[in-house]
């Protein structure tokens, strides 16, 4: 299959109905094994208060201590993502740093249980590039097979301490090498957090350009990363200048070294629309050059999070004018009876 025909395939067709196509994203699980079930009450809730067309899922789905076996993570996986496919909503995954970790330290493939799921549209990615899932999903018009919007996922990954490794630039142990990465006169613009590697911003740019002489017309795009760009800092720092709205109570946890994927957005000019996750007490936009940088807060009770600001971003896309995304918050305690609920553990412990 060529690197066209993987970009134009979903498993599932997505397409506007009448006359719109609705994107819920949500982030941060956390899950474990002996996992808050209040996660899936508030899962159920979101899709049936917002009904989306797709789920998109940025990342930490999991804590590491999940990847224990493929068989705990399968059925992990299993009680999280019923609450989707039973009601029959698309969905796709980027990873998160948590994810990745895992990943690194475990036996088996993540993406591959993914995959088993009939609803699960998340794409492997090219073999070639860094990261499991760089992936184009195309929103097709109501009537016909014309592609009017583009969902663009991108593997954000884990750590700097790899990409020192890989570039020798030294060992990450080591306290001088370290500070040789993480400068202290950039703490405001970043952390140890992964950057986004040159051949995936490449595949973003030459894939765009290849869809775009496909269909015969630039094509409107969101593109969703479990780890924010560092242009989200320029958001919060220039409120004035960029519409600043929402809530910020913690660091933005992106990279420190620029990978320039925010200029090659710019330069194709067809994503109009980010969302990341990991940041779980944020849920800010911005917009920063006509770019609109957003949040989705996080949704999990075995980590940290706000019971004022957990749930879910709305994207709502329409087919008349699919430059214009219109975005909003679902919060949990606005979806869910009895907010926020007993706590109860999967092995049937009440907390």
């Known amino acids: 299959m060529t690197?066209?025909?993987?970009?134009?395939?979903?498993?599932?067709?997505?397409?506007?109905?009448n006359g719109r196509f609705r994107v819920l994203a949500v982030s941060d699980f956390h899950a474990v094994p002996d996992y808050d079930t209040r996660l899936l009450r508030d899962l159920g809730a979101l899709l049936d208060y917002t009904k989306p067309d797709l789920l998109l899922v940025l990342g930490d789905m999991t804590w590491d201590d999940a990847l224990?076996?493929?068989?705990?993570?399968?059925?992990?996986?299993?009680?999280?993502?019923?609450?989707?496919?039973?009601?029959?909503?698309?969905?796709?995954?980027?990873?998160?740093?948590?994810?990745?970790?895992?990943v690194r330290h475990c036996d088996f493939s993540q993406q591959s249980v993914y995959e088993k799921f009939p609803l699960n549209l998340t794409k492997r990615g090219p073999s070639d590039i860094h990261g499991i899932g760089n992936f184009v999903l195309p929103v097709r018009s109501e009537s016909g097979d014309d592609i009017v919007f583009n969902i663009w996922g991108i593997d954000s990954r884990d750590s700097m301490s790899d990409f020192m490794r890989e570039f020798s630039l030294g060992d990450p142990r080591n306290k001088w090498d370290r500070q040789c990465v993480y400068p202290s006169c950039l703490h405001d613009w970043g952390s140890e957090y992964d950057t986004l590697n040159f051949d995936q911003v490449m595949w973003y740019y030459s894939s765009s350009i290849e869809l775009e002489k496909y269909a015969g017309h630039r094509i409107p795009g969101l593109m969703a990363m479990h780890i924010p760009l560092p242009e989200y800092v320029i958001g919060y720092k220039n409120t004035a200048e960029t519409y600043y709205e929402g809530t910020r109570r913690e660091g933005v946890g992106c990279p420190v070294l620029n990978s320039g994927m925010f200029n090659?957005?710019?330069?194709?000019?067809?994503v109009k629309t980010l969302v990341a996750g990991h940041d779980h007490i944020n849920d800010y936009t911005a917009k920063y050059l006509g770019i609109n940088m957003t949040y989705d807060a996080g949704l999990n009770y075995d980590g940290y999070?706000?019971?004022?600001?957990?749930?879910g971003r709305v994207f709502d896309i329409f087919e008349s004018d699919p430059?214009?995304?219109?975005?909003?918050?679902?919060?949990?305690?606005?979806?869910?009876?009895n907010y926020p609920g007993t706590c109860k553990r999967k092995s049937g412990k009440t907390e």
């Open 3 to 17: 690197n066209l025909e993987e970009n134009l395939y979903t498993k599932v067709p997505l397409r506007f109905k």
């Open 305 to 311: 999070c706000a019971d004022d600001l957990r749930g």
């Open 68 to 102: 224990v076996s493929e068989e705990v993570f399968t059925s992990l996986v299993k009680d999280i993502f019923a609450a989707v496919e039973s009601r029959g909503i698309p969905w796709a995954h980027t990873f998160g740093n948590h994810d990745n970790d895992a």
């Open 323 to 337: 430059d214009k995304v219109e975005t909003f918050m679902a919060r949990s305690e606005d979806c869910v009876e």
């Open 264 to 270: 090659a957005i710019l330069d194709r000019g067809d």
